[in-house]
T-cell receptor
Framework: DSGVTQTPKHLITATGQRVTLRCSPRSGDLSVYWYQQSLDQGLQFLIQYYNGEERAKGNILERFSAQQFPDLHSELNLSSLELGDSALYFC?????????????FGDGTRLSIL | QKEVEQDPGPLSVPEGAIVSLNCTYSNSAFQYFMWYRQYSRKGPELLMYTYSSGNKEDGRFTAQVDKSSKYISLFIRDSQPSDSATYLCAMSPMDTGRRALTFGSGTRLQVQP
């Protein structure tokens, strides 16, 4: 058990809809990273939050947004969903500012768009 | 061209074999290297991490980094059927505040009993 909790495990929805994915980081970790895993693109970085503030952005679509709350949990919001958004979404957490501290991943949310 | 290249496999070996998994990279900014194992329907599980050239050993696993050649390897000794999974290499810059990982595409490993 990595200590990173993601809910829900599986989401099924339709095109055009909006969903929210939730992540609780490991105790003491201030950084949350979101990644998308698809068959054709592999695991790709979307966005990082550190202690409530956005710190880095990757290949995140404008239809997607995230936030991190004072209790350090994070939510990834996906809107105007398209078939191509079907993927596994992972969050990872880590301690920042310390060399040698890796990221630990949750078990992901599987998003299926019908 | 991808920043991180990894042979997708699948790689099939008999139980007890030594397995060698490899990645090459092109971005010299990558200084921090990790290997993750991913079972079906689970998240990536950290196996090894290092930021030094050379070898790092942990039980049956050895991670090797050659920064001059931009090449990293993971060796698994005495492989077991439970090692059957997808192995992902990952790397990032050394910026202690922004360490988004760039992943290889993953190598599927099957260890036959």
């Amino acid at each position: 058990d990595s200590g990173v909790t993601q809910t829900p495990k599986h989401l099924i929805t339709a095109t055009g809809q909006r969903v929210t994915l939730r992540c609780s980081p490991r105790s003491g970790d201030l950084s949350v990273y979101w990644y998308q895993q698809s068959l054709d693109q592999g695991l790709q970085f979307l966005i990082q939050y550190y202690n409530g503030e956005e710190r880095a952005k990757g290949n995140i679509l404008e239809r997607f947004s995230a936030q991190q709350f004072p209790d350090l949990h994070s939510e990834l919001n996906l809107s105007s969903l398209e078939l191509g958004d079907s993927a596994l979404y992972f969050c990872a957490s880590s301690v920042e500012g310390v060399v040698g501290q890796p990221q630990h991943f949750g078990d992901g949310t599987r998003l299926s768009i019908l | 061209q991808k920043e991180v290249e990894q042979d997708p496999g699948p790689l099939s070996v008999p139980e007890g074999a030594i397995v060698s998994l490899n990645c090459t990279y092109s971005n010299s900014a990558f200084q921090y290297f990790m290997w993750y194992r991913q079972y079906s329907r689970k998240g990536p599980e950290l196996l090894m991490y290092t930021y030094s050239s050379g070898n790092k050993e942990d039980g049956r696993f050895t991670a090797q980094v050659d920064k001059s050649s931009k090449y990293i390897s993971l060796f698994i000794r005495d492989s077991q059927p439970s090692d059957s999974a997808t192995y992902l290499c990952a790397m990032s810059p050394m910026d202690t505040g922004r360490r988004a990982l760039t992943f290889g595409s993953g190598t599927r490993l099957q260890v036959q009993p």
